[in-house]
T-cell receptor
Framework: QKEVEQDPGPLSVPEGAIVSLNCTYS??????FMWYRQYSRKGPELLMY????GNKEDGRFTAQVDKSSKYISLFIRDSQPSDSATYLC??????????FGTGTSLTVIP | DTGVSQDPRHKITKRGQNVTFRCDPI?????LYWYRQTLGQGPEFLTY????????KSRLLSDRFSAERPKGSFSTLEIQRTEQGDSAMYLC???????????????FGPGTRLTVL
């Protein structure tokens, strides 16, 4: 079993839709949770990071963590064609290694 | 631009050749990470440095791979006797780790895409 599971998609939505991206994990020792956006042939770009269970909002993006279920989500409101990218979840064990999901490919259709 | 930079952006080599990549982190960052990413996968951790000390290496990092960060600033990743399976994007990330219990938010460079023929 992988440490982090993420549905690879692809996911295709019309412009303006709400997008929900999800990851599950198996290691309860993960402390920090992050979402990265990666455009084709570019390095990942940090979107959000959270520590505790609950919601964190930044503009059109909301990150949600449920530690009891070992489940994290990223919601994108009013999706735009420029949001078309691969979204990677990442999790950090105390102090050191990061574990990434495989990424979900998102296309927002104008 | 004060972000993480990597050089070269692309490298094509023949099987058996040695290659070296360079990463320049964000200037005040004390940690530097190397990852490998193949198509359709997330980045896989290879190794990381805190200042000039290499603190951890993944089991993925075979004897043909070596990384250095001699002065705690830029880092190099060398692959000796390249194999076709080494073809991937090699990503560098840096972070500012302030204390044992602080988060380690990593900022990535654009990557070096290696193709081994």
């Amino acid at each position: 079993q992988k440490e982090v599971e993420q549905d690879p998609g692809p996911l295709s939505v019309p412009e303006g839709a709400i997008v929900s991206l999800n990851c599950t994990y198996s290691n309860s020792a993960f402390q920090y949770f992050m979402w990265y956006r990666q455009y084709s042939r570019k390095g990942p770009e940090l979107l959000m990071y959270t520590y505790s269970s609950g919601n964190k909002e930044d503009g059109r993006f909301t990150a949600q963590v449920d530690k009891s279920s070992k489940y994290i989500s990223l919601f994108i409101r009013d999706s735009q064609p420029s949001d078309s990218a691969t979204y990677l979840c990442a999790m950090e064990l105390a102090g050191n290694q990061f574990y990434f999901g495989t990424g979900t490919s998102l296309t927002v259709i104008p | 631009d004060t972000g993480v930079s990597q050089d070269p952006r692309h490298k094509i080599t023949k099987r058996g050749q040695n290659v070296t990549f360079r990463c320049d982190p964000i200037s005040e960052h004390n940690r530097l990470y190397w990852y490998r990413q193949t198509l359709g996968q997330g980045p896989e951790f290879l190794t990381y440095f805190q200042n000039e000390a290499q603190l951890e290496k993944s089991r993925l990092l075979s004897d043909r791979f070596s990384a250095e960060r001699p002065k705690g600033s830029f880092s190099t990743l060398e692959i000796q006797r390249t194999e076709q399976g080494d073809s991937a994007m090699y990503l560098c990330a840096s972070s500012l780790k302030r204390g044992a219990f602080s988060t380690d938010t990593q900022y990535f460079g654009p990557g070096t895409r290696l193709t081994v023929l």
